[in-house]
């Protein structure tokens, strides 16, 4: 019933794809930063073939932000 | 049809009203990387003024949207609409003399809601709207981004547990840039939006443009202005007591809070739910503060945001209501609105002159609070 009456305010489907969009993002972005940042920190002292894949690391990390961050402005404008 | 003096006048407090928009919440983009250190105060709210000048020219899409469903926009006068802003900006101010981060855009509804039942009755006033648009977002807002920040601050630490300092602090400080300006060009395209909602309101209410006219580039352009000029001017008060007092934020919790603030209001605006930046914020500021390990929430201090989140819309509506009672009361003339203009200010001003007694600002805007001393465990 209670559900019933909130759901007369808030479309609660729209809600729960929020609630995800938000949860995608918290585990993305994180994952991303962790992935540029144990790459950049892991490379001082690494041997020339284990640094160009420290870089991509980077890369990879830095990028996906990049791309959350397009996404967003996409959105935005949208 | 009211004269041209009035519209110009109701125009002008329109603006500062964006004015006090801007630097009540530049603390939503930049307290956490103010307090971080991840930018230096003046850099970072410059860096909000100029991505909120952009914003601002992003989309209009709802700029005709802030009484509408809140009010009976048939009933709106231009009248009511100024002492709505009235309402509006003497809450802005005093909260942001207590260094509350309330919500800008709720002390909007809550000032045209006032104005209107004073002007028109409260039979103008749509409360099923105020339910969906204000009350329910607004509990929603601080959960939905605190969870996420949360999860985000205990991903972000736990994954960099084996890299050093010095590398982790610096990456997050630089995502914490991005995210943060991305809160505020979210900011500026949908709070200077809602002000140039109200001018053109203003205008078609005023007689001075038609209702499909869309809005003039000038009002784009005064809009953006103001909104980045009041946020270069930086609400320190509140920057500080997002930034510093809530909890003590670390980069990669500064970087956790605005990315899950980012996502939270632009997947909401995507999906039109019109959620309080301020709250969104707050919600991602006080996640992360549960989500490191040792972290502590200041509950006081939340608990006095929280106490003026409930109290914006009966504030800001209650003075909106005196001061469309005080203008109609000196007959409704572009000389009452002139007078009720200038009493407005004083009281505003006034708090700016009690605020400089106890100074916060760029210098110190980063100073180390006083954290309260717990008492040693009685020995055995």
Redesign the interface.
């Known amino acids: 019933m209670t559900i019933a009456s ?1 759901s007369d ?2 479309p609660l489907s ?2 729960w ?3 995800l ?3 995608v ?3 993305i ?3 991303a ?2 992935v ?3 790459s ?3 490379r001082e002292g690494a041997v020339a073939g284990r640094r160009v894949a420290l870089d991509a690391g980077v890369a990879f990390g830095v990028l996906v ?1 990049l791309a ?2 397009g996404v ?2 996409y ?4 | 049809m009211p004269d041209l003096g009035m519209v110009v006048i109701v125009v002008a407090t329109a603006l500062l009203f964006d004015y006090t928009n801007g630097f009540h919440d530049t603390a939503n983009a930049m307290a956490t990387t103010i307090a971080t250190r991840a930018l230096p105060p003046r850099i970072a709210v410059g860096l909000a003024s100029v991505l909120n000048f952009a914003g601002a020219f992003i989309s209009v899409a709802v700029a005709a949207t802030i009484a509408n469903g809140i009010v009976n926009q048939d009933a709106v006068t231009v009248q009511i609409i100024f002492a709505g802003l009235v309402g509006a900006i003497l809450w802005n101010v005093l909260t942001w003399y207590f260094g509350i981060p309330s919500s800008s855009s709720h002390a909007l509804v809550g000032g045209v809601v006032g104005s209107m039942i004073a002007g028109a009755g409260s039979s103008e006033v749509i409360w099923n709207g105020i339910a969906t648009k204000v009350v329910i977002p607004a509990v929603l807002a601080p959960f939905v981004c605190g969870g996420a920040a949360y999860l985000a601050t205990r991903l972000s630490y736990g994954l960099t547990a084996r890299t050093e300092g010095e590398a982790r602090t610096a990456g997050f400080r630089l995502g914490q840039i991005g995210s943060s300006s991305l809160v505020a060009l979210a900011h500026g395209t949908n709070d200077a939006q809602k002000t140039m909602g109200v001018v053109v309101l203003t205008l078609i209410a005023g007689g001075r443009l038609s209702a499909d006219a869309g809005v003039p580039t000038w009002v784009k352009v005064t809009c953006a202005t103001a909104i980045a000029l009041g946020t270069f001017s930086g609400g320190w008060r509140v920057i500080k007591t997002l930034g510093m007092r809530v909890t003590e934020i670390q980069s990669a919790q500064g970087f956790s809070a605005e990315t899950s603030s980012s996502a939270t209001i632009l997947a909401s605006s995507y999906f039109g739910f019109s959620l309080s930046t301020t709250q969104v914020v707050s919600g991602g500021v006080m996640g992360s503060g549960l989500g490191r390990r040792g972290g502590v929430v200041h509950w006081n201090v939340v608990g006095q945001m929280v106490i003026a989140w409930i109290l914006t819309l009966p504030c800001a509506g209650l003075m909106g209501a005196v001061a469309e009672e005080a203008t109609d009361a000196l007959g409704n003339s572009t000389g009452a609105v002139i007078v009720v203009a200038l009493i407005a200010l004083a009281l505003a001003g006034s708090l700016f002159v009690l605020a400089r007694r106890d100074h916060v600002g760029a210098d110190n805007v980063v100073a180390d609070e006083p954290r309260p001393v717990r008492p040693a465990p009685a020995p055995a």
């Open positions: 909130f305010y808030v729209d809600l794809r929020i609630v969009v938000c949860l993002v918290a585990v972005a994180p994952t930063a962790a540029a940042i144990n950049y920190g892991a932000l959350l961050a967003g402005i959105t935005l404008a949208k």
